[in-house]
């Protein structure tokens, strides 16, 4: 799974399988936000729009539970 951790500069931080990646703003699509699911098309980085929603919703979850107890 690829993910933007953040971007530092002229660089967008991607964590792909636990290693860091720094990539070039030019190859990062204008609408990725740090935490979003990355898809590599044609040497862009998109959003991938449903595995970024199924994460958010999983780590909400999670925390949900934690706050539960």
Known sequence: MMILDRFEGDYGVI?????MLDVKKEFIDSKVKEGDVLLLKEGIYYRDDKATKKRKKEIKDRFQHMWED
């Open 15 to 19: 964590e792909i399988d636990g290693k």
